[in-house]
């Protein structure tokens, strides 16, 4: 097994961050990177920044106000545009903003989703937020949507009583804020969205519905694998845990593939937390994210749970768990490159990257 060097992102002396496990850090023709930066990981002000792919040529874009778990998410959804999370007069709100022409194309009052599906980004909107998006008039009822990133049109997709339905009809209680979905995520061929539901029955883990959008088909995994992503488009990626007398067991975790109804296909690598895989899902990445354990990362060859490589982070339970900066691993498109979260220090950390070519 392989220990491989890390490089940062930027030299400068701020804490820097990337978004959630899985997300578009690259541009999609692999020539910018987008980053946050913040002077004090207990402040919620945070900065955008962009920079040439060769580490040059950085530029901040924006300020927001966030926390640092998953920070700002920030993703490119194409080679001009970033989406982002902000909180405005203390609503949470998403903005797609061109960094070539450094303007905001829209600011949309809902919460985004995970990452774009071709020009499509999905997103959810609650009674707060309604009326807030006066320029998108068709934002009228509470649920589920996406926009083309690229026209900026709207597109209505699930109804909060379909949500809850997924829960219903298997015979599973719902809360409150069972519709108050997260982690939004279309497949590749935008024929399906999954979201984490939360349910009663399912305290631990949550659940994962699933709408097949032409069918209007339901699926749902209660107690459900964790930090989801589309392996395919008929297939999740995710990190089976178990509960062992209450906690959470990191030496038993694995990362696997999964069908929209919960039914394990296949192990694709070993211990984990926030995964990722490369595009032609050859490898695998996830990071040992448990209380107790520095959060390594390792890289797993497919159906191998023993890492090819180990990227050593040093344990500070302090930036982890108190700041909740999570290293959450993404694979670049073309995957020459593996991003991540490095905390240093009990009050700093650097958004980092290996080079796959020094790994494998």
Avoid at 20 to 25: S, V
Avoid at 40 to 45: A, E, G, K, R, V
Avoid at 62 to 84: K, L, Q, R
Avoid at 141 to 156: L, S, W
Wanted: glycine share 8%; with cysteine.
């Amino acid at each position: 097994m392989k220990n491989v060097k890390v490089y940062k992102i930027s030299n400068g002396e701020n804490s820097t961050l990337t978004g959630m496990n899985g997300g578009d850090i690259e541009s999609p023709d692999g020539s910018m990177i987008v980053y946050a930066a913040k002077p004090d990981l207990d402040d919620p002000h945070t900065e955008l920044w962009v920079c040439d792919r060769d580490l040059k040529g950085h530029r901040r874009v924006y300020t927001v106000s966030c926390m640092n778990h998953n920070g700002p998410s920030a993703s490119f959804v194409d080679n001009d545009t970033i989406v982002f999370r902000d909180m405005k007069d203390d609503i949470p709100s998403f903005i797609l903003y061109d960094v070539e022409r450094n303007e905001e194309k829209c600011r949309i009052y809902g919460k985004m989703g995970h990452r774009v599906s071709g020009e499509l980004f999905p997103f959810s909107v609650r009674e707060g937020q309604l009326g807030k998006n006066g320029a998108f008039p068709n934002i009228d009822r509470c649920g589920v949507y996406m926009i083309n990133v690229r026209t900026g049109e709207i597109t209505f997709l699930i109804s909060d009583d379909e949500m809850n339905d997924i829960a219903l009809s298997r015979g599973y209680g719902i809360k409150p804020n069972t519709c108050d979905v997260s982690h939004l995520q279309l497949s590749p061929d935008c024929s399906a969205v999954m979201m984490r539901m939360g349910i009663p029955d399912c305290p631990t883990f949550g659940a994962l519905g699933c709408m097949d959008l032409a069918t209007r088909k339901t699926h749902l995994i209660p107690d459900k694998p964790v930090h989801q992503l589309w392996f395919d488009n008929d297939t999740y990626m995710a990190t089976r845990q178990f509960e062992i007398d209450g906690r959470i067991d990191m030496a038993t975790s694995y990362i696997a593939r999964f069908s929209k109804d919960g039914e394990e296909l296949e192990v694709l690598g070993g211990i984990g937390n926030h995964i990722d895989g490369n595009a032609d899902r050859t490898l695998f990445a996830g990071d040992r994210c448990y209380p107790g354990y520095a959060t390594n990362v390792y890289v797993y060859e497919r159906g191998n749970k023993t890492p090819i490589a180990e990227i050593e982070i040093d344990d500070l339970p302090e930036t982890v768990w108190k700041k909740q900066v999570h290293p959450n691993p993404s694979f670049s498109g073309n995957g020459k490159r593996l991003y991540f979260n490095r905390p240093v220090s009990n009050d700093r950390t650097e958004a980092s990257f290996v080079k796959i070519d020094e790994v494998h």
